[in-house]
């Protein structure tokens, strides 16, 4: 007999796990279904992000993404909190290093207040020094409300209380979604382990959450490329260099954020990430190669536009990634005491991001609908700030699919 459940959620990441969260919360008798490919959640962008809180205050005033980040902190802190999931609003500096760089910080701030962060500031190179001792800078914005926080601990809170609500629920690891169809009221999810019938379904799918929609019959715009980023360490000699964030003021011309430091919440220090077209989707190491991943990026239209558009920048980066002392270099923008002995290579992450076919990156979040279903198409930095607030969202689509289909 297939198994019925009112809620299919595929992807046991921040955001899929948020949504199934808020839905259990506010529905404790439905049932819901958690579909996951790997043997643990948080396995790939949610897990190896830079485990930031972040505030909002880069983003484009009343875009999706400024608005959920905001609200999607303010839950998250909470959350966190109430359930003892680790976390320390430490916040952060923006650094400028040099007149050029301080242009671009105040465009920064004023964008900040437009969005209105919480007692952001301009403080001078002896403030600076006050927070991070061993940074050299002209100016910086102090970021209180920017925090850490274990994505990892908190996916496993969010399954924890789901199963607490109501044991009925069940997360399927080491399951992956091949199929899904509809027929009129009757939908169904097909795995490698078997078939389920469901009322309603959310793909919160990331890396894959092109070729879930498209799984699904949906015509979509855009593609899902993938970057790498790869992080460094600091060693016990380079980690009293660093007390809280540091994040340097973004390229306006390369759409992310550069590297930067951050304390993690376990008391590591990291560096990064740089940002490099990765030939696998969910590839972790350099030299990681998929054929069917890499044919799929190139041959859509969009990539060799974006990396005409940004040839230098690219291939910078990409000799950051295999040069130690280039990643050093940069590093000493911000801290020039630093020394190669100071950081040793660590683990890396692949951001899902959208891409059009004139080569821009999307930079709003992106959900579409399906046949009875949600699509998270699109959800870059800062998405996992942001997960209860999407996940407020996807509820009422999902409400508002119901009561179109009359259910």
């Known amino acids: 007999m297939t198994q019925h459940f009112d809620l299919a959620i595929i992807g046991g990441g921040v955001v899929g796990l948020a949504t199934a969260y808020k839905f259990q919360k506010k529905y404790p008798e439905a049932n819901i279904a958690i579909f996951e490919k ?17 505030s909002g205050i880069y983003y484009k005033p009343d875009s999706h993404k400024a608005l959920n980040c905001l609200d999607g902190r303010k839950q998250l802190v909470a959350f966190a909190k109430e359930n003892n999931v680790d976390h320390d609003v430490c916040g952060k500096i923006i650094l400028a290093v040099n007149d050029t760089e301080r242009d671009a910080l105040l465009k920064i701030y004023r964008r900040g207040q437009e969005n209105k962060i919480e007692g952001i500031e301009l403080i001078d190179p002896k403030e600076i020094n006050e927070i991070e001792p061993s940074v050299v800078g002209v100016e910086a914005i102090k970021v209180p409300c920017t925090g850490i926080i274990d994505f990892k601990g908190l996916c496993e809170k969010f399954v924890q209380l789901i199963q607490e609500i109501n044991p009925n629920s069940k997360i ?21 382990k078997g078939n389920f019938s469901v009322s309603q379904k959310v793909f919160c799918a990331g890396l894959q959450a092109d070729r879930m929609a498209r799984m699904e019959g949906l015509n979509l715009d855009v593609a899902i490329v993938g970057f790498r980023g790869d ?52 590839g972790y190491s350099r030299t990681a190669f998929d054929f069917t991943d890499t044919k799929d990026a190139l041959a859509f239209p969009g990539t060799l536009k974006l990396f005409k558009k940004h040839v230098k920048k690219g291939m910078d980066e990409y000799k950051r990634a295999f040069s130690k ?83």
């Open 38 to 54: 790997e043997s643990k959640v948080a396995a790939h962008q949610t897990g190896r992000n830079s485990g930031v809180i972040h």
């Open 231 to 282: 992080y460094y360490e600091l060693t016990e000699t380079g980690k009293h260099k660093v007390k809280h964030l540091i994040y340097p003021v973004p390229d306006p011309a390369f759409p992310f954020l550069g590297v930067h430091f951050t304390r993690m919440t376990d008391g590591s220090i990291e560096c990064g990430p740089n940002a490099v077209f990765s030939f696998k989707r969910e």
């Open 172 to 192: 399927f690891l080491n399951t992956k979604v091949i199929g899904s169809t509809s027929d009129g009221n009757q939908h169904e999810i097909i795995t490698d």
């Open 325 to 407: 002392q280039r990643f050093l270099k940069e590093l000493q923008k911000m801290i020039p005491s630093l020394t190669m002995d100071d950081i040793v290579a660590a683990r890396s992450g692949v951001r899902a991001q959208a891409l059009t076919k004139d080569g821009a990156l999307v930079d709003d979040f992106k959900i579409v609908h399906g046949p009875a279903s949600i699509h998270v198409i699109n959800a870059p930095s800062p998405a996992a700030t942001a997960c209860l607030s999407i996940a407020d969202d996807i509820l009422a689509m999902i409400e508002a699919q119901k009561a179109e289909l009359g259910n």
